[in-house]
């Protein structure tokens, strides 16, 4: 039998605008770079404050009544959270992840960009209760943050862990990505300038040619080092906040 690509359907809130070229609503697409990001942003309006708030969270999509689901399936998002948190009160949101793969330097500031991937999920969610679906989503979560990480803690968690730490689940209704690869997209008129094409250099970064500008070089170096720096940093410094609550 065929296989078929499932897609979100698309609705007046999800449908890519511009470059809707370079949107996807596959379901498999958007799904892996949920599961593939560091962060999910969560948004939401909040009754008593003038602005909608957003959280950054742990996501994972997944489904508990078909555990072997393949990221090409109707699945929900998993996010981890503490109890008290004001999102866990709330029902629709907007759920975002984000990749930047490449910085694309063009002849000219107004061509510059980044190729990147990026997915947003709008869904209805609701409070995981079940004790056994509570486990599941947990374990999600935490092989998605490093694979097979569940079974080398200490687990299960103990009631105190398992009544401070809540999980909603996400029923998806609607979803679209948008990627950017490639290289620039200079005007003719500039790539048509010799002179401009001789002392202006273009690309990715990370980009592999034989010899890239000292300025560059330079860049990613600081770059790699000041992350590698401030990632050593905020390890080596004590987590604020009481020791019994979860990390919100």
Known sequence: MPSYELEYPKQPFS?????????????????????????????????????????????????????????????????????????????????????????????????????????VLFGHATVVTGVEEKLY??????????????RNTRVPPNNGEMQSTSVLRVNISAGSAKIRSGMPNDDKVDTSNKELLSRVWTGVIPVRVEKVPSYLS???????????????????????????KQDD
């Open 15 to 119: 449908t890519v605008n511009r470059y809707g070229i370079r949107a996807s609503y596959a379901l498999e697409t958007i799904h892996h770079i949920i599961n593939s990001a560091q962060l999910v942003h969560v948004s939401f309006a909040v009754p008593d404050s003038p602005f909608p708030m957003m959280l950054p969270m742990i996501g994972q999509m997944g489904s508990f009544s078909r555990p072997s689901a393949d990221t090409g399936a109707v699945l929900d998002l998993y996010l981890h959270g503490y109890v008290s948190s004001r999102i866990m009160n709330l029902s629709r949101d907007p759920n975002s992840s984000s990749h930047v793969d490449g910085l694309v330097l063009a002849l000219t500031p107004n061509s510059r960009s980044y190729n990147y991937r990026s997915a």
């Open 218 to 244: 330079d860049y990613v170096k600081d770059y790699s080092e000041d992350s590698k720096m401030t990632a050593m940093e905020a390890a080596s410094k004590p987590t604020k906040g009481a020791k019994s």
């Open 137 to 150: 989503a947990m374990e999600l979560i935490t092989n998605g943050v490093v694979p097979d990480r569940w």
